[in-house]
């Protein structure tokens, strides 16, 4: 009877050091999960706005200002940007060059463009790890000018400046009051009964 309990004793002595161990080891990539994570938020809260805007709004400034994007350029801004930089981290030419995606003439086409941007990019994010995002890629800027950074960084780029468009997009929604869609309510979840 000693006997067993000392080896149940240690068993259980030699399992707490592992199961700790096990519990306190990060997930696998966890700074290219967040990251793929907030992407695809952002990317669904996008589409679902671009979507909710009626077509005869696509042409709707903020204001008088001829300069400031119309709501439909804004939408053809980010699938022009997610082809740009998504192409560059994936070592790949840009499949968006040469369109002027932000001169699209419908909502139809602007959502094509914009659904197949992402799609481009979708396959980015999800070949990402922390070690592929520490790997130098060439950039060559708007300006021509050659440069070489982090594919993390250059993704992350891409995840701010959509997000910094969808405010863009958030403040033409809640002038024609329409919920953007990252303030839809959300599904209440079930309580368990007791």
């Not at 002595?13 to 992407?39: D, G």
């Not at 086409?109 to 592929?132: H, I, R």
């Not at 300006?143 to 701010?160: D, E, K, P, V, W």
């Amino acid at each position: 009877m000693n006997k067993i309990l000392v080896v149940v004793l240690l068993g259980s002595w030699l399992a707490i050091p592992t199961s700790a161990q096990t519990a306190q080891q990060p997930p696998a990539n966890p700074l290219s999960t967040w990251l793929r994570n907030a992407y695809m938020g952002n990317r669904n809260n996008i589409v679902r706005s671009a979507d909710k805007m009626p077509e005869e709004n696509y042409g709707m400034r903020p204001g008088p200002q001829e300069d400031v994007r119309t709501f439909g350029q804004q939408v053809g801004h980010i699938a022009r940007y997610n082809y740009l930089w998504c192409s560059q981290a994936k070592g790949e030419k840009n499949p968006g060059a040469g369109t002027d995606l932000e001169k699209l003439p419908t909502k139809a086409d602007l959502m094509k463009a914009l659904n197949d941007a992402f799609a481009y990019c979708d396959t980015a994010y999800a070949a990402l790890t922390d070690a592929s995002g520490m790997e130098m890629v060439d950039i060559t800027q708007e300006s021509g000018r050659q440069t070489r950074n982090l594919r993390m960084a250059l993704l992350i780029l891409n995840y701010g400046h959509n997000n910094e468009i969808y405010g863009n997009l958030v403040t033409y929604l809640r002038m024609k009051s329409i919920v953007p869609a990252s303030s839809e309510p959300r599904p209440q979840q079930q309580q368990p009964q007791r």
